[in-house]
């Protein structure tokens, strides 16, 4: 597609259950990026993967929060457990090839995850 | 590590009008900074960066930002307003040339008075 498709836009779901979220990276772009933006607060780092390097996983808030990257294209945002706290826009970007001076992020519209 | 303060978390201008937008940093080593913009419904874009060199840097859409450092400050102007510009914009800094691991403010909310 011509830009970063995130799914679901939107997902409600219950306390302690399980969610995906799932980004489509503009095709041709290596470096993937996720960020969470919560109700009145910055975007925060999560996870970071750079073509076949090993991902930086420092923003991570906890162990219940993982992400994979299949084929070097599409990513998963796994969050196990959820907790309402968990509540927040998740956006995935993507970028060319960091170094290069095309590191310019394109961003998706989000997925909104609402924990009851 | 960085952070990222924007001044107001709402601000509104009537059409024509200068636009404003705050933002200050902090950073232990030179920072590179951006300004992201989100229009409704619609993803993150990037509108200017500061990277080194020049301290003025112009951006799409007539926006400008200047780099102060003796201020740490980043702030976001555009002489004349226009309907289109209401949208939610982002200041963020970064360490280094990879700009993944930015920093973002809490964003300001622009509305453009007719």
């Known amino acids: 597609g011509a830009g970063v498709s995130q799914s679901p836009s939107n997902k409600v779901t219950e306390k302690g259950k399980d969610v995906e979220l799932r980004c489509d990276p503009i095709?041709?772009?290596?470096?993937l990026y996720w960020y969470r933006q919560s109700l009145g607060q910055g975007l925060e780092f999560l996870i970071y993967?750079?073509?076949?390097?090993?991902?930086?996983k420092s923003g991570l808030p906890s162990d219940r929060f993982s992400a994979e990257r299949t084929g070097g294209s599409v990513s998963t945002l796994t969050i196990q457990r959820t907790q309402q706290e968990d509540s927040a826009v998740y956006l995935c970007?993507?970028?060319?090839?960091?170094?290069?001076?095309?590191?310019?992020?394109?961003f998706g519209s989000g997925t909104q995850l609402s924990v009851l | 590590a960085q952070s990222v303060t924007q001044l107001g978390s709402h601000v509104s201008v009537s059409e024509g009008a200068l636009v404003l937008l705050r933002c200050n940093y902090s950073?232990?080593?030179?920072?590179?900074l951006f300004w992201y913009v989100q229009y409704p419904n619609q993803g993150l874009q990037l509108l200017l960066k500061?990277?080194?060199?020049?301290?003025l840097v112009k951006g799409i859409n007539g926006f400008e930002a200047e780099f102060k450092k003796s201020e740490t400050s980043f702030h976001l102007t555009k002489p004349s307003a226009h309907m289109s510009d209401a949208a939610e914009y982002f200041c963020?800094?970064?360490?280094?040339?990879?700009?993944?691991?930015?920093?973002f403010g809490a964003g300001t909310t622009v509305t453009v008075r007719a």
């Open positions: 963020a800094v970064s360490v280094g040339s990879n700009d993944y691991k930015l920093s």
């Open positions: 970007a993507s970028s060319q090839e960091p170094g290069t001076g095309n590191e310019k992020l394109f």
């Open positions: 095709s041709g772009h290596t470096a």
């Open positions: 500061y990277t080194t060199g020049a301290t």
């Open positions: 993967f750079q073509g076949n390097s090993a991902p930086d």
């Open positions: 950073s232990s080593v030179p920072p590179y």
